[in-house]
């Protein structure tokens, strides 16, 4: 169903303003997680401007949609949304990673408001993501739990355990979202541990699977509303084309853009993106 209008570019300014708070809190850190950070932009702006509009006081409710970011090392990306939404002010943005922080590098659910699940080490977010889902189906509840997980991220076993048990338990509420941005770490996913086609391997696990370009937010959206309105009682999963770095044209150009450190030069360039990233949002209205 096309996205009304207003409600399209309303998405693709949050997406801006996600893009932008991520550069400007990293930057002002002076390095962390980027690439991994860029890519699921999108999918987020998508999420929390869209499908499960989420402010504190419906987060303080335990009846409502729920948010696993898998792969914990894009918590900047996460913490950038959390802040557009309402969470906290920019002063605790800023306060990423520094001395007695409430805001770690990677999300912590004792520690920062609106986070529901403490992630960091690969794997163990989509199980409980898959716990939390199961609890909701138990209790009757309506709402659905949302998963991102990285491709790297997809060479940890236990990944393959939880949607070995996600489809056993016909978790219907389930919406896994793949981010399909072709490297991890250290390298290319298809070089480092090939992990071949996503969707007929999700499908052979037992879920409904698609893929999207996932920087297009209309997709993104049409897919997700499938996975909701699908008449399955099986989980399901939602493929992400996307490039790590994405909507920073340098940085999705780089070899390896999994964790920096600024010198003066990516400091200048990273400027340029921020200030490049506030024109395009101009345009936009
Ligand atoms: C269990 C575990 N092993 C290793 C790491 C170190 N590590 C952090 S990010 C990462 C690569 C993840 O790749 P991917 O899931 O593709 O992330 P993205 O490309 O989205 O940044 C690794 C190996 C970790 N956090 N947890
Ligand atoms: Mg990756």
């Not at 403490?118 to 794997?123: D, H, K, M, P």
């Not at 509840?141 to 393959?160: F, K, M």
């Not at 897919?223 to 309105?229: D, K, V």
């Amino acid at each position: 169903m096309p996205l009304l209008a207003d409600d399209n570019r309303q998405l693709k300014e949050l997406a801006i303003d996600i893009r932008i708070s991520i550069l400007e809190t990293l930057n002002q850190l002076g390095f962390g997680h980027y690439g991994g950070s860029l890519s699921i932009v999108e999918t987020l702006a998508v999420l929390y401007g869209n499908i499960m509009p989420m402010t504190p006081e419906i987060f303080a409710q335990k009846d409502r949609d729920y948010f696993v970011l898998s792969k914990g090392h894009a918590g900047p990306a996460l913490y950038a949304t959390l802040y557009l939404k309402g969470f906290f002010d920019k002063d605790f943005l800023h306060s990423l990673n520094s001395n007695g922080t409430r805001l770690p590098s990677h999300p912590d659910r004792n520690l920062t408001p609106g986070v529901d699940m403490t992630t960091g080490s690969l794997g163990q977010g989509i199980s409980v993501a898959t716990g939390i889902a199961y609890g909701q189906l138990i209790e009757g509840s309506s709402h659905h739990t949302y998963a991102i997980v990285g491709d790297g991220e997809l060479n940890e076993g236990q990944c393959w355990e939880a949607f070995q048990f996600a489809a056993h338990k016909k978790l219907k509420n389930l919406i896994v979202f793949i981010d399909d941005n072709k490297k991890q770490l250290d390298g290319t996913t298809q070089k480092i541990c090939a992990t071949q086609d996503f969707v007929a391997k999700m499908q052979a696990f037992g879920f409904e699977a698609s893929r999207v370009k996932g920087d297009d937010i209309q997709a993104i959206y049409d897919a997700i509303l499938t996975a909701q309105t699908s008449h399955s009682d099986q989980p399901k999963a939602i493929v992400l084309d996307t490039i790590k770095g994405q909507g920073i044209p340098f940085l999705e150009k780089m070899d390896a853009n999994h964790h920096l450190r600024l010198d003066d030069t990516l400091r200048r360039q990273l400027e340029d993106a921020i200030r490049e990233l506030k024109t395009g949002k101009e345009d936009l209205t």
